[in-house]
């Protein structure tokens, strides 16, 4: 099993925002979204920056779970960019309504079992090798 402080995590991570971004793109309509969008990986891997300054745990270490959210959340949305962009009309066009008015987010029942699998794994991962 690789060892969680190998270099090829850095690369496991570039992949899996690779694979967010290719996963959330067809669902977003305008530059704006794809912008909002884009910024997910970003605030993910400050967060675990800061983390791993605040605890004094390598960042090489929490690349695992870096992976596993970034990985959750974008094939939480796989096969479901028809409905992302229906929804992300609606909500250009409607800016200041509640998202529970718009039309129906099937996703996110998928990213609900994703992201927790995700998650569980790479924290488990981290804390047993």
Same mark, same amino acid.
């Given at each position: 099993?690789?060892?969680?402080?190998?270099?090829?995590?850095? !690369?496991?991570?570039?992949?899996? /925002?690779?694979?967010?971004?290719? %996963? *959330?793109?067809?669902? +977003?309509?305008? &530059?704006?979204?794809?912008?909002?969008?884009?910024?997910?990986?970003?605030?993910?891997?400050?967060?675990?920056?800061?983390?791993?300054?605040?605890?004094?745990?390598?960042?090489?270490?929490?690349?695992?779970?870096?992976?596993?959210?970034? !990985?959750?959340?974008?094939?939480? /949305?796989?096969?479901?960019?028809? %409905? *992302?962009?229906?929804? +992300?009309?609606? &909500?250009?066009?409607?800016?200041?309504?509640?998202?529970?008015?718009?039309?129906?987010?099937?996703?996110?029942?998928?990213?609900?079992?994703?992201?927790?699998?995700?998650?569980?794994?790479?924290?488990?991962?981290?804390?047993?090798?």
């Amino acid at each position: 099993m690789l060892e969680k402080s190998s270099p090829l995590w850095w !690369l496991f991570a570039a992949v899996s /925002v690779y694979l967010y971004l290719a %996963a *959330m793109f067809p669902g +977003m309509i305008n &530059r704006r979204q794809m912008a909002w969008v884009s910024c997910g990986p970003v605030v993910g891997f400050l967060a675990i920056a800061a983390y791993s300054a605040n605890y004094d745990w390598p960042l090489n270490e929490l690349l695992p779970v870096y992976c596993g959210v970034i !990985l959750g959340i974008g094939l939480g /949305v796989v096969g479901h960019s028809k %409905a *992302m962009r229906t929804f +992300m009309t609606w &909500r250009a066009e409607n800016p200041g309504k509640p998202d529970d008015e718009g039309p129906g987010v099937p996703w996110m029942l998928q990213i609900a079992f994703t992201l927790p699998v995700f998650l569980g794994g790479a924290l488990w991962y981290v804390n047993a090798y």
